[in-house]
């Protein structure tokens, strides 16, 4: 069955940008952009009348940075996944990024297919960096920042996916392999779905597959 297209939403402050990144994501038909705003202030006033799956925001902005829209995203509305646009490689920029809950970092100069890569691992719940270095990097960046979340919170696609794979008896290691991740960014998937469901062990997560019909009991 084939997936609703991702909803997407485009801020920049430059319209030129705006508009090029808008015709190319119309000849994608897994992707529908929903709306765009010129600046970080007017993508908070807008974001949350059309609700979309993914942001695509600007690093540097001359209102409100890239890096604390995605903060305030996150904060407000968690469901919403970011992805961030970078003019240069910047490895503290990058980190912050993450660590204030963006799921890609691409950089202005990649092709378009890598921002596109990145809007979709975003939209699975999946981390991307278009430059080098891998999504262990991120799990790197965010994995300090799982034990100090409080229990709660909406499971992205990829987890749901990990989650019932570990129900299903599999260990995180053969879940990555079943999935083409690393064991690590499993590991760091692992760790979020327990955070989130303020599981113990993987018997709470069985518990939980069960209940919401994800697997058979």
């Known amino acids: 069955m084939d997936r609703d297209p ?3 939403f485009l801020v920049d402050d430059h319209v030129l940008l705006l508009d090029a ?7 994608e038909r897994d992707v529908v952009v929903l709306g765009r705003a010129e600046g970080g202030r007017a993508a908070l006033d807008r974001i949350p009348l059309v609700l979309p799956d993914v942001v695509v925001v600007d690093l540097l902005m001359p209102d409100v940075s890239g890096i604390e829209v995605t903060r305030i995203l996150r904060n407000t509305h968690p469901g919403i996944e970011v992805v ?7 490895e503290a920029w990058q980190r912050q990024a993450f660590e204030a809950g963006a799921r890609a970092w691409v950089l202005k100069k ?16 999946d981390w991307y960096i278009s430059t080098a270095g ?9 994995s300090s920042l799982l034990g100090n979340g409080r229990p709660g919170g909406v ?7 990990i989650a019932v794979l570990l ?11 079943v999935l083409g991740i690393s064991p690590k960014t ?3 998937h692992r760790a979020s779905i327990m955070r989130k469901l303020g599981a113990r062990n993987v018997t709470d997560i069985v518990r939980y597959c069960i209940r919401n019909r994800l697997i058979e009991p």
């Open 6 to 8: 991702i909803r997407l």
């Open 21 to 27: 990144l808008e015709r190319m994501f119309r000849d």
């Open 84 to 90: 961030v646009l970078a003019g240069q490689h910047n």
């Open 110 to 125: 990649a092709p378009f297919s890598r921002l596109l890569e990145g809007v979709r691992a975003a939209a699975r719940g």
């Open 134 to 142: 891998s999504s262990d990097a991120v799990a790197e960046y965010v």
């Open 155 to 161: 499971m992205t696609r990829r987890e749901r996916e």
């Open 167 to 177: 129900a299903d008896g599999y260990s995180t290691k053969e879940a990555a392999a």
């Open 186 to 188: 499993a590991e760091t």
